[in-house]
């Protein structure tokens, strides 16, 4: 087991992990009611300062697991901070503070029966990126191929385990509650299929499925698999060169680059969904590199999600309804999607349709701009006016990874900001669908 000593790896003990993600809240939380203060003295409020952002990232990236992921997702949201806060938090995507070296070589004795030293040709000591469940080291094989090598955290599926633990006391609570608010079965999808995750060797076979999907679309790849160096806790693939969408963004791209970039994205999410039910539900920017030759590489696949073929269909269904800009029975197919619903139909179906009108904009209007893409903000207010009425559609546990996915898609094409045709992407995809 690790040394208690040992401070560069997760703090271990589900109350000493509740304990240093309380100190945070209560500090990020007075800054949230200064900034309500702010907002009814008729000032501009901002949600987090910077100096808040930093503290974010040191006790999440320190705690790493699914804390870690929460920060992930919220550096994801351009609506609620900064660019300047956003940055910050963007260190979360793939720079967490690292492990120290010995735990690296433990790991790697310990799943490929070798020292890194003995296993590869050359092993950097220095990791080439850092993230929630484990960090990534460049490396060479005997046979000379560069690789990355993903080494998972000693004790992260612990902390994983308590993590969950935690948010779950919250989640049954709320439950007890109201049955309104029962999320008892979202939770069980999310939490399964976070700790579903922390088996590398189940990783390295979605990567092989997720490649087969992804092989009709050339100018997206997959990176191959090496079994030879791979284990439970260890998990070899080819190594991609060129830069993670969270530092592209930042080269000051042209617009016919970053409508490129946006389109393989786009293509990347819905492509495999439509072709073969499954779907990259982790896509924050550090998931994603753009290479030198033009090709967008997909990298991290312990969240591939796989659908059922009702979901599929349905979606499937309604997705060629909205491109032919034809009527559709959005009640009729949210049920075979796999919803229900305690409202009136009628009622329901007026939710219903306003949510897919305000998601189906780039798919209607042309050209499109994301660079002042407000779908994300109306989607939320959306939700907010109707909570009541929207507590009572229920959409199928299996719904949670899709919206994952697709609600991380949106906020990525907005931080592309990307203007063009975008409804004649999805047009090609509808045709390929026949």
Known sequence: MPSDSDDTLPPQGRFTRMRKLAGLSMQVGSEVLKSGAKRLAGGTPELLSKGAAEKLVSTLGELKGAAMKLGQAISMDPDLLTPEVRQV??????????????????????????????????????????????????????????????????????????????????????????????????FQEFRDELLLELDYRREA????????????????????????????????????????????????????????????????????????????????????????????????????????????DANQRMFQHAMKLEPMDVLGLSRDVGFTTELPDAEAAELIREVLHIAGRPMRLTPYDYATCEITRDMRNHFARNAPRFLKIKPPAEAVMFFRSTGGLAQNLRLIGAKGDFRAVFLRLAEQLG
């Open 89 to 186: 938090l963007a260190r979360l995507q793939n720079q967490a503070p690292a492990m120290a070296y010995e735990q690296v070589a433990r790991v790697v004795r310990e799943e490929l029966d070798a020292p890194p030293e003995e296993a590869f040709r050359e092993f950097s000591r220095e990791p080439l990126a850092a993230a929630s469940l484990g960090q990534v080291h460049r490396a060479v094989l005997p046979d000379g191929r560069p690789v990355a090598v993903k080494v998972q955290y000693p004790g992260i599926a612990e902390s994983m385990a308590q993590d969950l633990q935690n948010l779950g006391m919250v989640v049954k609570t709320v439950s007890f509650a109201s049955k309104l608010m029962d999320g008892t079965a979202y």
């Open 205 to 312: 076979a979605l990567a092989r499925g997720f490649a087969r999907s992804v092989a009709p679309l050339k100018d997206l790849h997959v990176p191959e698999v090496v079994d030879s160096h791979s284990a439970g806790r260890v998990l070899t693939l080819e190594l991609l060169e060129g830069l993670t969408l969270k530092d592209w963004v930042l080269t000051g791209a042209s617009n016919e680059e970053r409508f490129r970039v946006a389109s393989q994205l786009i293509r990347a999410t819905y492509g495999p969904f439509f072709g073969a039910g499954e779907i990259h539900a982790d896509p924050h920017p550090g998931n994603y590199m753009v290479m030198p030759d033009g090709r967008l590489g997909l990298l991290d696949f312990g969240s591939i999600k796989r659908f059922s073929p009702r979901f599929v």
